[in-house]
């Protein structure tokens, strides 16, 4: 049986001896974080911001954006519809904004979850260790925000959640649904090489 060695403790003069050195590396550390983060950083907000909006164009080129002038009018006019709020990524706090003419509150064959509850934050959490999506958001994405099959209409990427705080306050009848489709965006452009984000 080997016996071990003795954990040696530094004596206190050669920890004091490392003050200075620390106080020379600060000044480093943090020039060279200025230098190298906020690059870095820029580079992916500008990465995700021209992700999003080349995703708008191309929804715009196959017809299935709507500016927010035009639902003004359509609303107006008593039209009625759902507004859709999409959280596409799992983290960020970035959503979309889709309008359908469809009562989704109706037609939903599933039952809708209220986005904030602890419950549904658990069973999504359960699902994406599964790689499965919430069934309501596989739905609404197949139905809606699907770039491929979806039918709602883009208003706006990258904080749709503006026209949460409109429609309250404009048009409070007007059903809003929350959905996340990260997992379903994923399956989907597995499932279709050339596909739309």
């Given at each position: ?13 050669k ?5 200075p050195l ?18 870095v ?22 017809g ?10 359509q ?28 009562n ?48 709602a209409?883009?208003?706006r990427?990258?904080?749709g ?24 965006r ?12």
């Amino acid at each position: 049986m080997a016996l071990k060695e003795p954990v040696r403790e530094l004596p206190w003069y050669k920890i004091l001896a490392l003050i200075p050195l620390w106080l020379l590396m600060l000044p480093l550390m943090a020039v060279l974080f200025l230098i190298f983060v906020p690059p870095v950083a820029l580079f992916f907000f500008l990465q995700s911001l021209t992700g999003e909006l080349l995703f708008y164009l191309r929804m715009r080129n196959v017809g299935r954006t709507l500016s927010g002038h035009r639902l003004r009018q359509q609303l107006a006019a008593g039209e009625t519809g759902t507004l859709i709020i999409e959280h596409p990524l799992l983290a960020w706090g970035r959503t979309n904004a889709w309008w359908t003419p469809d009562n989704i509150l109706e037609e939903a064959p599933v039952p809708i979850p209220d986005f904030a509850s602890k419950e549904y934050q658990d069973q999504l959490l359960d699902l994406m260790e599964q790689d499965l999506p919430h069934p309501w958001d596989e739905w609404c994405w197949q139905q809606y925000t699907s770039p491929h099959q979806g039918q709602a209409r883009l208003l706006r990427v990258w904080n749709g959640k503006r026209y949460r705080l409109w429609f309250n306050t404009h048009y409070p009848a007007i059903p809003i649904v929350e959905t996340t489709t990260a997992i379903a965006r994923q399956l989907e452009s597995e499932a279709q090489p050339n596909s739309i984000k």
